[in-house]
């Protein structure tokens, strides 16, 4: 470790900064995501920006508009993107542009959460009220705070609500009592792993908790400077990469007893905050979007990086790789916008 | 919250007990022609009638924070809202969150101590109380609520002051001061109180904590001029030995001295004190002189939660005097005297 320069990293690392096409979405975007061909770069309010992820013209950006007012959560399968609203709408937009709307909350409350199941069935809350429509008829549960956020299991129609003080696991078919996972605090965002095997939430304060399923064991995933704002699975869900620190934060989850008793891998370091990771949908590798603008692509295995966006900008909003992984879409809270293709 | 504050959205927290007149006061504010647009945060949604565009439900959930300090709990409702809110900014020019009759205060404004999001975006201006001049003195003694909701005022619009006579006001006020002589006080009739005297504050803005004298030392005609009804400075009760009411468990305490402080001191001395005393004080805040330092140092505090900074050089010719104030209940007055004094330079 002799010759180790921190000045002289920066110069040498691998770059594709000139094989990105920019997009110029103007506005605030808050998350982004694939449509078929399309590229669906979500406005923090009412429009949802539809880009043409094939052609290279600036013409191709066509504006859908979908709420009245903030946009304040979103879910995608791939084929559409359920979105809610702080005009108490859930709406379903598709790769063709068009908006259904599915749900109006009847006192207009904020639709605060959105998940989809990879069978249709949607999940979305409004204030401590989680609804799910499957096949049947909608189905409502009313939890004992305010909902923070809603997962799918990969297995099963069974839905994971997070709210003060723990988890509810919630079999909206079935007339069994939920099942409760608790822990004091703020859950916020929640995921189910891959395997069906854990559940894992980002709290209020910074900070992961997480339950292995079967016999309900604590894991508790802590030492944030900030709050985790984003989790992506790596591709067969042997990692968690998480936002919050001033690198990514990758917990193991490939051996039965998940992260417990181990320590996270902690991939490319910065002078700034990760605000986003998106894994890669095949391979092990992440892009990850920091405080200041820059975009890095990590290799799992060993931290290699490769420049995606320099920094000297707004925070990077959100990020996106479609489902072959052959592009990756991003945005910075300004609205400044990217796709890169592999 | 010391920087940049000018670009954040402010808040104002709207409090008081039921009836009072809160409704009464924000569609005032609402309607005026002042070419602002505020967002506005209430609970009882869609029961009462407030017309705005931007209105939004909450629930009034508090949590504690899981940092093992008992009285560190936040509105985890609002930190949601002003999430979703801020995906509007440019909407709307401030913030109005009015909580509901029984509300503390103190979950509200530690929001935005602890919470890193709601600091970035948004800054806690003023906390606004409204009190009923014929109903409060009874409140004051049957509803904690109430008194929490006055000794936490940075603002109290005395409303409903032509229910009662002046001996009435006069008492009701005597009251008001034995429990938050800092509070700036307004008597209205209806809630007509002047949206500069409410609004726009920056109670908790650590670049305007330019004195801390008591509301009614301040020169008579400093405030209540704009408005029009009858009323004379001897009312109030004060340094004419008519009337002074020692609220039995909510009371300020104020220390001063003209004697340097000794930063190393004084800086233990003042966390050890909020950390044992906490959930005891309400309010806090200081401008220090320490020795060795040309820096004015100001400090706020909420419960436990304390921050602080130098605010500017003294200025030549400027008295060099320390003075902190503390509002709370049962507050063990001859220790934290005595620990005040030990932390002078000797």
Redesign the interface.
């Known amino acids: 470790m002799s010759g180790f320069a921190p000045g002289g990293e920066q110069a040498s690392i691998a770059s594709v900064t000139d094989r990105v096409r920019p997009v110029a979405i103007g506005a605030?975007v808050?998350s982004i995501h694939f449509l078929g061909p399309r590229a669906a770069f979500v406005g923090?309010?009412e429009s949802v920006a539809l880009v043409d992820a094939q052609g290279d013209g600036q013409g191709a950006i066509s504006r859908v508009t979908v709420h009245d007012?903030?946009?304040?959560c979103t879910a995608s399968d791939g084929t559409r993107i359920v979105m809610g609203g702080?005009d108490g709408k859930l709406a379903a937009l598709d790769a063709k542009g068009e908006v259904t709307l599915l749900a109006q909350d009847a006192?207009r409350?904020?639709i605060?959460n959105v998940a989809l199941h990879h069978d249709g069935a949607v999940a979305w809350s409004a204030?401590?009220t989680a609804f799910v429509r499957g096949r049947g008829e909608d189905k409502t549960f009313d939890m004992p705070?305010?909902v923070?956020g809603l997962a799918f299991a990969p297995k099963g129609l069974r839905v994971a609500v997070a709210h003060?003080?723990g988890v509810t696991l919630w079999f909206p078919n079935m007339a069994a009592n939920p099942e409760f996972l608790e822990w004091?605090?703020?859950h916020l965002s929640v995921v189910f792993s891959p395997d069906n095997k854990f559940l894992v939430t980002a709290?209020?304060?910074p900070?992961l908790h997480g339950w292995r399923l079967a016999d309900s064991r604590h894991m508790r995933m802590s030492g944030y400077p900030?709050?985790v704002r984003s989790m992506s699975w790596s591709a067969g869900g042997k990692f968690l990469a998480t936002s919050g620190a001033d690198a990514v934060i990758l917990w193991p989850f490939a051996s039965k007893d998940g992260p417990m008793g181990k320590e996270p891998a902690m991939l490319a370091p910065l002078q700034a905050r990760v605000s986003v990771v998106a894994c890669h949908p095949k391979q092990d590798v992440l892009a990850a979007g920091y405080s200041d603008g820059t975009i890095l692509m990590v290799r799992l295995e060993d931290g290699a990086e490769i420049l995606v966006r320099r920094n000297g900008t707004a925070a990077v909003a959100a990020l996106a790789w479609n489902a072959k992984g052959t592009l990756l879409a991003f945005a910075a809270e300004d609205g400044d916008a990217g796709l890169l293709r592999l | 919250m010391a920087e940049s504050s000018s670009q954040k959205i402010p808040v104002t927290v709207l409090t008081g007990y039921l009836g009072a007149g809160k409704t009464t006061l924000l569609n005032r504010i609402l309607s005026e022609n002042h070419g602002k647009k505020y967002a506005v945060i209430v609970n009882e949604f869609g029961e009462i009638g407030i017309d705005n565009d931007l209105i939004i439900g909450a629930d009034e959930e508090v949590f504690e924070m899981n940092n093992g300090c008992v009285c560190c709990t936040v509105r985890g409702d609002l930190v949601r809202i002003l999430d979703g809110l801020m995906k509007r900014k440019g909407k709307f020019d401030a913030i109005i969150v009015e909580t509901t009759g029984l509300a503390d205060p103190a979950p509200v404004a530690q929001t935005f101590f602890v919470d890193e999001d709601v600091q970035k975006n948004a800054r806690l201006d003023a906390v606004v109380t409204v009190a009923d001049a014929k109903w409060l003195s009874d409140r004051l003694k049957d509803a904690p609520e109430a008194k929490n909701q006055i000794a936490f005022a940075d603002v109290i619009v005395l409303n409903k002051t032509d229910l009662v006579s002046k001996g009435e006001l006069a008492e009701v006020e005597a009251r008001i001061r034995g429990i938050n002589p800092y509070a700036k006080l307004h008597r209205t009739e209806r809630c007509k109180v002047a949206l500069s005297d409410v609004l726009e504050r920056g109670a908790f803005d650590l670049d305007r904590i330019l004195e801390i004298e008591p509301d009614f030392l301040e020169a008579g005609d400093d405030h209540d001029h704009h408005h029009g009804h009858d009323h004379h400075h001897h009312d109030h009760g004060h340094g004419h030995g008519l009337k002074h009411y020692h609220d039995e468990d909510m009371q300020s305490l104020s220390l001063r001295t003209d004697k340097p402080l000794d930063a190393t001191k004084f800086m233990p001395w003042l966390q050890n004190l909020v950390a044992s005393e906490g959930q005891k004080i309400l309010r806090s805040k200081g401008i220090l002189a320490f020795s060795d330092d040309d820096d004015r140092y100001v400090f706020q505090g909420v419960h436990m939660m304390l921050e602080g900074d130098h605010q500017r050089k003294w200025k030549d010719g400027e008295a060099r005097e320390s003075r902190l104030v503390f509002i709370g209940r049962e507050l063990p007055e001859q220790t934290i005297r005595d620990g005040f004094e030990s932390c002078i330079t000797s």
């Not at chain 1, 007012?69 to 304040?72: A, K, R, S, V």
Request: hydrophobic share 25%.
């Open positions: 605030p808050t923090a309010e007012g903030g946009i304040l702080d006192k409350r904020w605060d204030g401590k705070s305010t923070g003060y003080n004091a605090g703020s709290m209020h304060e900070a900030g709050r």
